[in-house]
């Protein structure tokens, strides 16, 4: 041993991250999130957590719409792919209408990618035409 310890010495990569992080942390004090704060805020509240920083509470907003993004994004692959599967089935039929119908169903699917479990009632409408062929009220 010539006198040398085997710990291993910080590299610039630590201080790269951490001046990233706090050039991060810097901006989202300028930064105007989708989500109010005050609505992030209630539910940190709610859950029980208390954090005067503004920023803590802007980070989780962006957390938070970026889920959305992602959870959207899935759940608009998944509608594609059940309306591409329903046109392949009636190839006899020209479909003139190309409006894309978000259903219960294709945002369960993409909520399940994420560990979020749905359940919804018998009553939800899963398609466009449900409840429009109701009989006249007698008045």
Do not use: W
């Not at 999130?33 to 992030?40: R, S």
């Not at 989780?60 to 509608?79: G, N, S």
């Not at 909520?111 to 009220?137: C, I, M, W």
């Amino acid at each position: 041993m010539n006198g040398q310890t085997s710990h291993p010495q910080p590299k610039d990569g630590r201080h790269d991250d951490d001046a990233a992080l706090t050039e991060f942390l810097a901006s989202l004090m300028d930064y105007t999130p989708t989500i109010p704060d005050e609505l992030v805020e209630h539910y940190l509240a709610k859950s029980g957590f208390q954090c005067p920083d503004i920023r803590l509470t802007r980070l989780v907003a962006v957390a938070t719409q970026k889920f959305i993004a992602d959870v959207a994004t899935d759940a608009l692959q998944q509608c594609k792919a059940r309306q591409s599967t329903i046109i392949k089935d009636k190839r006899d039929k020209q479909q003139k209408d190309k409006r894309l119908i978000l259903t219960m169903e294709d945002l369960s699917k993409a909520l399940s990618e994420y560990g979020v479990n749905v359940k919804h009632q018998e009553y939800f409408a899963d398609t466009p035409s449900a409840g429009l062929d109701s009989p006249p009220r007698d008045e």
